[in-house]
């Protein structure tokens, strides 16, 4: 009977461990509704549809280049773009404005970054960010688990711990 309750004890437990995800301050998280739709271009035409992103979680970011703390958020996004694991996918999402924009902004400021381009803002009202920039994390079923609100440090230890354990 004892040999029982522990072996039932470390089942039980199991998933506790598995699951269990540091998630640093100031992320949200949320309810695992299916993620709206997402399929937009990026400024060479190629297309991204998040829903053949299955699989994998995708970190889907919205900004602007008129935001200000998207500007000064780009620069650790692009540095955590080289050490995040590669099953996570990074997909941004530039709200409605021109190629000329775009394109302008990211090549003075980051241009090893890659957007997808939502000019009419259609997919944008689907998602209904607060803000800009806000971040979802999209879980490899399709669900969003959790939100961030504002610029982030995802350079910084804490957020790269984080990201890390979306890849195991």
């Known amino acids: 009977m004892f040999r029982f309750a522990v072996i039932a004890i470390c089942f039980w437990a199991l998933p506790l461990a598995v699951s269990a995800v540091e998630v640093p301050e100031g992320l949200i998280a949320l309810d695992g509704r299916p993620a709206p739709a997402l399929k937009l271009t ?10 053949e992103l299955r699989g994998h979680w995708a970190m889907v970011h919205f900004w602007a ?3 200000v703390p998207c500007r000064l958020e ?3 996004i692009a540095t955590m773009v080289k050490t995040k694991p590669e099953s996570l996918a990074l997909v941004m999402v530039n709200t409605a404005e021109t190629d000329d924009e775009v394109f302008a902004f990211l090549s003075a400021v980051a241009p090893e970054l890659t957007t997808l381009l939502d000019r009419d803002g259609q997919v944008t009202e689907r998602w209904q960010p607060r803000g800009l920039p806000s971040t979802f994390f999209v879980d ?4 969003l688990r959790y939100l961030a609100l504002g610029g982030r440090p995802w350079d910084s230890p804490a957020y790269r711990r984080f990201l890390a354990s979306l890849g195991r």
């Open 42 to 51: 990026d400024l060479d035409g190629k297309i991204t549809d998040l829903a």
């Open 65 to 67: 280049s008129w935001c």
């Open 74 to 76: 780009l620069p650790a």
């Open 140 to 143: 490899p079923e399709g669900r």
